[in-house]
């Protein structure tokens, strides 16, 4: 099999140590695919993949070992599962095949997140005159009982109305955009807080519908994901 015609999201190619040109088998690069970014959570684990290639850019079929080289994470020597360990912290992992080892990736890890929850009301009215909503806030809770957890990343998504283009857009989030990925704070919510906004000049719809998403490393959705913001536009 040729890993140039593979359709890989998000990797991470590691070379080769410069003063080794191949194993026995001929292996001469290590290629990891990681997500990215590079982040689990406390507690989560997920699978690591590589492949040993040769020069001819074709893998080879030999046993790829891992290994953690600190303790904020810990990795299964054979399979790949990484798991992380300390919350807050980074961790190192590489990977050999024989005497050719890939270069370390580091991974953050993460405090764990078990819900999202809509703080602000799901249904809110824009008066006529008025250019916003009311914050459109969201929170991320964890750990029992349920807390705050800062440094984790909400989605604001305009899922309606749906539009031809961006520039055919009637409404938009805070920051002229229909998507927004924002950071938590201690609180748990972000900040800047989001908002819908009309668009100055351009008739508004008469409602518009805001989803609201968070995702653990690997694509994961928290609990409470896709909830959504029914926002009411008057006009005269």
Do not use: K
Request: hydrophobic share 45%; charged share 15%.
């Amino acid at each position: 099999m040729n890993v140039r015609g593979l359709g890989w999201i998000a990797v991470l190619a590691a070379a080769a140590c410069s003063n080794i040109t191949a194993t026995d088998e001929g292996v001469t690069t290590l290629i990891l695919f990681i997500p990215q970014p590079a982040e689990v959570e406390a507690g989560q684990t997920l699978q690591l993949h590589g492949a040993a290639v040769n020069a001819d850019g074709d893998t080879v079929a030999v046993p790829i070992i891992w290994r953690a080289l600190d303790t904020t994470i810990s990795v299964d020597s054979l399979e790949g599962l990484l798991t992380g360990v300390i919350a807050g912290e980074s961790g190192w992992v590489i990977a050999r095949t024989g005497t050719l080892f890939s270069d370390s990736v580091r991974f953050e890890v993460l405090p764990p997140v078990d819900s999202l929850v809509l703080v602000a009301p799901s249904l809110l009215t824009v008066a006529i005159g008025e250019d916003s909503s009311a914050e459109l806030t969201a929170r991320l809770d964890g750990g029992d009982p349920p807390a705050p957890v800062a440094g984790r990343r909400i989605v604001y998504s305009v899922i309606e109305p749906v539009f031809a283009s961006f520039d055919a857009r009637t409404v938009e989030l805070s920051g002229a955009v229909l998507v927004r990925s924002t950071t938590t704070t201690s609180a748990g919510t972000t900040l800047p807080a989001i908002r819908l906004l009309r668009r100055s000049g351009i008739p508004s719809p008469d409602s518009a519908i805001v989803e609201v998403s968070a995702y653990r490393p690997g694509g994961t959705a928290v609990p409470g994901s896709g909830q959504r913001f029914v926002v009411r536009f008057e006009n005269p």
